[in-house]
Nanobody
């Protein structure tokens, strides 16, 4: 399964870079994404990238602050986060799928998940 790292605790306004290594995924990936879940809340897709085209999709809540990128050869996914806010506090999961989907920010679109990395933003 994918392995995420790079989470941590930062103050509001700070930055973090998450990395996801999915080298153990043997299928051709169609889409890779970052999905987060805060305590007591539903999973929320924050960013996704189509492997072949590199096209990116962002949730409105992170547009302009988060940047998703990939190294296709290494099957590695990144999420650069700047101007972090307390409401960004959540467990962040890396996920991927080989299936086509019209809903890149829906958690149900993904079938291969990592264990998650915690991001905590204090005010």
């Amino acid at each position: 399964q994918p392995v995420e790292f790079g989470g941590g605790s930062v103050q509001a306004g700070g930055s973090l870079r998450l990395t996801c290594a999915a080298s153990g995924y043997t299928y051709n990936t169609y889409l890779m994404g970052w999905i987060r879940q805060a305590p007591g809340k539903e999973r929320e897709g924050v960013a996704a990238i189509y492997t072949d085209s590199g096209r990116t999709v962002y949730a409105d809540s992170v547009q302009g602050r988060f940047t998703i990128s990939q190294d296709v050869a290494k099957k590695t996914l990144y999420l650069q986060m700047i101007s972090l806010k307390p409401e960004d506090t959540a467990m962040y999961y890396c996920a991927t799928t080989w299936k086509s989907t019209s809903y890149p920010l829906k958690a149900a679109s993904y079938n291969y998940w990592g264990q998650g990395t915690q991001v905590t933003v204090s005010s």
